[in-house]
């Protein structure tokens, strides 16, 4: 998979980016909108096909409660250090703006997007919940106390999941302090008070050994966004 040119990307950014096509149009409302609280950035089988446990799907409503098609929804990582993008994603309707962090897609004609995303492990530095900020059309959707915790698989490298990335899982499990990164199952509980469990164990397990989507952005011919 090659690499989408800068102009292109340029263009599509542009395209779907709020404009003055779009003005007076209603805007989309956080409180009605359906914006998942956390995210798992996964792998992908031998086919490229990316592990479905890591889908994304929001649902963009107005402020009258009509869903809202064609609507740009950007996912911001800037605020996620240590964790980072493939540079290439399975979806070529996902546009990645690996300098800025962030993965753009458009909703469909029912405002529904569904997004799985290719990631890895930078680094060991902290990570929070709610590190990641979801803008649709321009309007913050989740940020800050409320932004999108994320969790990734492939904790080194962009690698591939590997023996390697339990040993850091379990670092975090055990080491009695917090990380994000290491809390697959926060996205189904949305927890008040998160926390890294053996039922995280068995969800990276199952990444590891089965259904085969283990490799991970090198096998994309991409790499991980700085």
């Not at 359906?34 to 990316?50: F, K």
């Amino acid at each position: 998979m090659r690499p989408f040119p800068a102009i292109l990307v340029s263009a599509l950014l542009a395209s779907a980016w709020p404009s003055a096509s779009r003005a007076g149009l209603p805007a989309p409302s956080p409180l009605n909108s359906l914006i998942p609280c956390g995210i798992t950035l996964v792998g992908v089988d031998a086919r490229g096909v990316p592990d479905s446990f890591g889908e994304y799907t929001v649902l963009i409503k107005d402020y009258s409660g009509n869903t809202m098609a064609g609507v740009a929804v950007t996912l911001d990582f800037s605020g996620c250090p240590g964790i980072s993008l493939c540079s290439n994603q399975p979806d070529p309707a996902v546009i990645v703006d690996c300098a800025r962090r962030k993965a753009t897609g458009i909703t469909n004609g029912f405002g529904i997007l569904h997004m799985t995303l290719v990631g890895g492990g930078t680094d060991r530095s902290e990570s929070v919940v709610g590190c990641a900020t979801v803008i649709a059309d321009g309007v913050i959707m989740r940020t800050g106390s409320q932004g999108v915790s994320v969790s990734v698989f492939d904790q080194e490298g962009g690698d591939g999941i590997t023996g390697a990335d339990l040993s850091l899982f379990l670092g975090d499990w055990l080491s009695g302090h917090y990380e994000a990164r290491s809390d697959f199952d926060y996205a189904m509980t949305c927890s008040t008070s998160p926390g890294i469990t053996g039922a995280d164990f068995a969800i990276w397990t199952q990444a590891w050994l089965s259904g085969g989507y283990s490799l991970g952005c090198n096998s994309l011919s991409g790499h991980l966004c700085p």
